[in-house]
């Protein structure tokens, strides 16, 4: 089992910045992939981000040079930093980890206004 805990989301305008944290624990040796998936109202869950343990990254279209995501093996940890945020940016994001089965954490809601 793993369990992921994010921190880091809230209310900004247009333009700013806001870093996500997501801290895993537990079985966490058998984590492959960690990453950053978003859900906005009415729309179904999009992948943002993935990171692999090796630094391999993939990024959806819309968040390319805008978003990155890091990884802290030792401490556990996966951050997103997004830049330039859209109000189509706005959404629950949720930490996941991959391994021989699908983790998720329980959200953090990001707003960005106009």
């Known amino acids: 089992q793993v369990q992921l805990v994010e921190s880091g989301g809230g209310l900004v305008q247009a333009g700013e910045s806001l870093r996500l944290s997501c801290a895993a624990s537990?079985?966490?040796?058998?984590?492959?992939?960690m990453g950053w998936h978003r859900q906005a109202p009415g729309k179904r869950r999009e992948l943002v981000a993935t990171i692999t343990r090796g630094g391999r990254t993939i990024y959806a279209d819309s968040v390319k040079g805008r978003f990155t995501i890091s990884r802290d093996n030792a401490k556990n940890w996966v951050y997103l930093q997004m830049n330039s945020l859209k109000p189509e940016d706005s959404a629950v994001y949720y930490c996941?980890?991959?391994?021989?089965?699908?983790?998720w954490g329980q959200g953090t809601q990001v707003t960005v206004s106009s």
């Open positions: 537990g079985s966490i040796f058998s984590i492959v992939v």
């Open positions: 996941y980890a991959g391994s021989s089965s699908d983790y």
